[in-house]
């Protein structure tokens, strides 16, 4: 009998990883590899280009950092440049792969720099002169530098594109495309997105990736097992806002993340829940990035337990306890939709998100569930129940259910003949005969 693969990477000892990163990993606490770093890291450490597919929390961060690491330490170099190269969408993001970066690396020599944009532009200059081996970056600011001829990629050994789907999303393609084309081409990169039905993230790999496995965890269309997905109606705005005050008084959270279409949106709800004497912070994009890092560590450190984010903050929060996701407002579209409930439920933790839908959202809403094929649940509150119940159904013509009206056949009514008064005046007259055939004539012979 053929032995089971997985049995034999029950642990991380087994995936052969560098002895400093083994006790790095064991403090961290990480007891067994998730599916995703059983079967990515593997392939990686044979230095083969991937295209991975992955639900966000499901440690992917490890999937890639590990065997990047590993291949660093494993053949040393003399070279100058930056020898890894790790791209993500947002600064959020980008801190919390740095954080895991560092934690990682902690009993090596390997050095770890990130380049954000908000930060000193001259002290990341000089981060990337001191031969920084690992750099993690969003790519509007690496471009910035680029311009300035600061980094150096001709010796890069590895590129890696997290979230890619996120960042094609994000308008990131070109600057992406351009900052490939500037690595050494004899690299391993590795692509990691949420799904690999997105058109764009199958071009991109196309255009980047030579020779690449595929391992695909999950599809655009997979469940989240560990979510339960619910909506309530509301009647209005003001309605949403008791709803949400509401829920977040009553429902069972260590901390929960409430998402709006707008930062003034935020900015408008903070008010209302701090005077229900709940623990409420804002995150947007309008913010400087030093009030955006503060902000994060209070909700991290659970100072603050309740977050009002925009999609900013959709794919730069990995942090543990978020178990409640509220949509304020709906989402714009189904792939914010999976960004935002990605929050809660990962891994082995369970999540509950609820969309609070008016009647102006109602064909938004249900456009997400066709294009996600799932149904999520109806709710109510019953102390705050509203009077919009939905579309309402045509009782005759069926139009809400997608049903042709049927037609009644018309009834056949009397002609009615016009006299006119010229006419009345030739009565008893003698008709004079005319080439010209008459109408009834000529319908005969049409």
Same mark, same amino acid.
């Given at each position: 009998?053929?032995?089971?693969?997985?049995?034999?990477?029950?642990?991380?000892?087994? *995936?052969?990883?560098? #002895?400093?990163?083994?006790?790095? &990993?064991?403090?961290?606490? $990480?007891?067994?590899?998730?599916?995703?770093?059983?079967?990515?890291?593997?392939?990686?450490?044979?230095?083969?280009?991937?295209?991975?597919?992955?639900?966000?929390?499901?440690?992917?961060?490890?999937?890639?950092?590990?065997?990047?690491?590993?291949?660093?330490?494993?053949?040393?170099?003399?070279?100058?440049?930056?020898?890894?190269?790790?791209?993500?969408?947002?600064?959020?993001?980008?801190?919390? /792969?740095?954080?895991?970066?560092?934690?990682?690396?902690? $009993?090596?020599?390997?050095?770890?720099?990130?380049?954000?944009?908000?930060?000193? $532009?001259?002290?990341?200059?000089?981060?990337?002169?001191?031969?920084?081996?690992?750099? /993690?970056?969003?790519?509007?600011?690496?471009?910035?530098?680029?311009?300035?001829?600061?980094?150096?990629?001709?010796?890069?050994?590895?590129?890696?594109?997290? #979230? =890619?789907?996120?960042?094609?999303?994000?308008?990131?393609?070109?600057? &992406?495309?351009?900052? =490939?084309?500037?690595?050494?081409?004899?690299?391993?990169?590795?692509? $990691?997105?949420?799904? *690999?039905?997105?058109?764009? &993230? /199958?071009?991109?790999?196309?255009?980047?990736?030579?020779?690449?496995?595929?391992? =695909?965890?999950?599809?655009?269309?997979?469940?989240?097992?560990?979510?339960?997905?619910?909506?309530?109606?509301?009647?209005?705005?003001?309605?949403?806002?008791?709803?949400?005050?509401?829920?977040?008084?009553?429902?069972?959270?260590?901390?929960?993340?409430?998402?709006?279409?707008?930062?003034?949106?935020?900015?408008?709800?903070?008010?209302?829940?701090?005077?229900?004497?709940?623990?409420?912070?804002?995150?947007?994009?309008?913010?400087?990035?030093?009030?955006?890092?503060?902000?994060?560590? *209070?909700?991290?450190?659970?100072?603050?337990?309740?977050?009002?984010?925009?999609?900013? =903050?959709?794919?730069?929060?990995?942090?543990?306890?978020?178990?409640?996701?509220?949509?304020?407002?709906?989402?714009?579209?189904?792939?914010?939709?999976?960004?935002?409930?990605?929050?809660?439920?990962?891994?082995?933790?369970?999540?509950?998100? /609820?969309?609070?839908?008016?009647?102006? #959202?109602?064909?938004?809403?249900?456009?997400?569930?066709?294009?996600?094929?799932?149904?999520?649940?109806?709710?109510?509150?019953?102390?705050?129940?509203?009077?919009?119940?939905?579309?309402?159904? *045509?009782?005759?013509?069926?139009?809400?259910?997608?049903?042709?009206?049927?037609?009644?056949?018309?009834?056949? &009514?009397?002609?009615?003949?016009?006299?006119?008064?010229?006419?009345?005046?030739?009565?008893?007259?003698?008709?004079?005969?005319?080439?010209?055939?008459?109408?009834?004539?000529?319908?005969?012979?049409?």
């Amino acid at each position: 009998m053929q032995p089971n693969p997985t049995d034999t990477l029950s642990s991380f000892s087994s *995936l052969s990883l560098a #002895e400093p990163l083994l006790m790095a &990993v064991n403090k961290l606490g $990480f007891q067994q590899p998730t599916p995703v770093q059983q079967q990515a890291i593997p392939l990686a450490l044979e230095h083969k280009d991937l295209l991975v597919s992955a639900e966000t929390g499901s440690g992917k961060t490890a999937a890639f950092l590990l065997p990047t690491l590993h291949h660093l330490l494993a053949l040393p170099s003399r070279k100058f440049g930056t020898r890894a190269l790790i791209l993500a969408p947002t600064r959020e993001l980008a801190q919390q /792969i740095f954080k895991q970066c560092q934690q990682l690396v902690e $009993f090596t020599d390997l050095k770890v720099g990130i380049i954000t944009g908000g930060d000193d $532009f001259r002290l990341q200059q000089n981060m990337l002169r001191k031969n920084t081996e690992i750099v /993690i970056a969003t790519p509007g600011r690496l471009l910035e530098l680029m311009e300035q001829e600061t980094p150096n990629f001709s010796h890069l050994e590895v590129l890696i594109l997290d #979230e =890619a789907d996120r960042m094609l999303d994000m308008g990131f393609s070109e600057d &992406v495309l351009t900052i =490939a084309k500037s690595c050494n081409t004899q690299r391993q990169t590795l692509l $990691f997105s949420a799904t *690999l039905t997105h058109f764009g &993230v /199958i071009k991109m790999a196309d255009k980047i990736l030579q020779h690449h496995e595929i391992v =695909a965890l999950n599809t655009l269309y997979d469940g989240h097992r560990n979510i339960e997905q619910q909506i309530i109606l509301a009647d209005d705005n003001d309605h949403k806002q008791k709803l949400l005050a509401w829920l977040l008084l009553n429902e069972s959270y260590d901390k929960a993340l409430v998402f709006t279409n707008s930062r003034i949106q935020a900015d408008t709800l903070r008010g209302p829940l701090r005077g229900q004497k709940l623990r409420v912070g804002v995150l947007h994009g309008e913010m400087d990035q030093k009030d955006r890092n503060r902000m994060m560590e *209070l909700y991290r450190e659970g100072e603050v337990n309740i977050m009002i984010a925009t999609d900013l =903050a959709a794919r730069g929060l990995d942090i543990k306890g978020i178990n409640l996701v509220i949509n304020f407002d709906v989402p714009r579209n189904g792939i914010n939709y999976i960004h935002r409930i990605g929050r809660t439920g990962r891994v082995d933790e369970l999540g509950l998100t /609820i969309a609070l839908v008016k009647s102006t #959202e109602w064909n938004l809403m249900s456009g997400i569930e066709r294009f996600l094929k799932q149904k999520f649940k109806r709710r109510s509150i019953k102390e705050l129940e509203g009077k919009y119940k939905g579309p309402k159904k *045509l009782k005759a013509s069926g139009k809400a259910a997608g049903v042709k009206k049927k037609t009644e056949p018309k009834k056949a &009514v009397a002609e009615k003949v016009k006299i006119r008064h010229r006419d009345q005046k030739n009565v008893g007259k003698r008709r004079v005969p005319t080439n010209k055939p008459s109408s009834d004539e000529q319908e005969q012979k049409e």
